[in-house]
């Protein structure tokens, strides 16, 4: 994964991560200390544990990529047949693209330059979530290019397994853990 030294991931932070802590936590509020960082602790083996099998079922089943993606994907190349592609040079790199207009929802009839070999689109997506957006995927039809190939690595089922598949030890008798000697 791309990570830079402010810990974003593709130059982008999570907005909603109290929400999601919230939501862990939700259950927890009122309670001492000692059973919060217990609870929190519990949550976090099951939810790996519940993900890491998922993961494991995946790759066993042969999806190369997680669900969601595959989802969006879909949606996008659904999109991608209702684009005009211009090609602007011998390379197959260089491509415009206009949407079609819808008159009933008043949206699209933009146009957008795509990049391949640069693996950017001007609408921006692309760039942010290193998927293929309608355009890219309209840019690969065109010359009849597979963009699976614009589907960054981290999306991968085997990916998604490597990040799952480390192991939670269990909380045993806290009676025989021995006192802090420390003062």
Known sequence: MTYDDEGKRYGHMTTNLSECINKVFKDCRNIPITALVRSTYMRCAEYFVQRG??????????????????????????????????????????????????????????????????????????????LPCSHVIAACGFVSMDYYQFVDRVYSTHSILRAYSGSWEPIGNEDLVPPSTDE
């Open 53 to 130: 099998v998922h993961a494991q079922e995946d790759v066993i089943a042969g999806k190369v990529f997680v669900d969601n993606v595959m989802r969006i994907l879909g949606k996008n190349q659904e999109t991608a047949c209702s684009h005009m592609v211009r090609r602007f040079d011998t390379r197959k790199s260089k491509f415009k693209i206009e949407e079609a207009f819808n008159p009933v929802t008043q949206t699209g009839g933009k146009i957008w330059k795509v990049n391949l070999q640069e693996r950017s689109c001007q609408s921006g997506k692309f760039t942010a979530f290193h």
